[in-house]
């Protein structure tokens, strides 16, 4: 493999990586809180792994112009997040 595919492959399982930490996270705050806790510690996670994200990203400025339209969308599930948790409660 050519040096550039590998990078893409280590940015790509480190990113997987972050994703099912954040997951698995979110997962133990539910069955150790209650609602409102699970709320606000699934909310910390994804804003971790965001900032995580947008490091890795920072760090090869190429894949973040690829990815200029992630902005928009991280905000529209962190809204959807926040109306299905207003509902719930």
Same mark, same amino acid.
């Given at each position: 493999?050519? #040096?550039?595919?590998?990078?893409?492959?280590?940015?790509?399982?480190?990113?997987?990586?972050?994703?099912?930490?954040? !997951?698995?996270?979110?997962?133990?705050?539910?069955?150790?809180?209650?609602?409102?806790?699970?709320?606000? !510690?699934?909310?910390?996670?994804?804003?971790?792994?965001?900032?995580? !994200?947008?490091?890795?990203?920072?760090?090869? #400025?190429?894949?973040?112009?690829?990815?200029?339209?992630?902005?928009?969308?991280?905000?529209? !599930?962190?809204?959807?997040?926040?109306? #299905?948790?207003?509902?719930?409660?």
């Amino acid at each position: 493999m050519k #040096r550039e595919q590998l990078k893409r492959v280590f940015e790509g399982v480190i990113l997987a990586a972050i994703s099912t930490l954040a !997951v698995i996270s979110s997962i133990a705050s539910y069955a150790s809180t209650t609602e409102e806790g699970f709320v606000t !510690v699934s909310a910390y996670s994804l804003s971790l792994t965001i900032g995580l !994200v947008f490091l890795l990203l920072l760090l090869n #400025r190429e894949k973040l112009k690829e990815f200029s339209g992630l902005k928009k969308t991280v905000l529209k !599930v962190i809204l959807w997040i926040r109306r #299905r948790s207003s509902k719930t409660l």
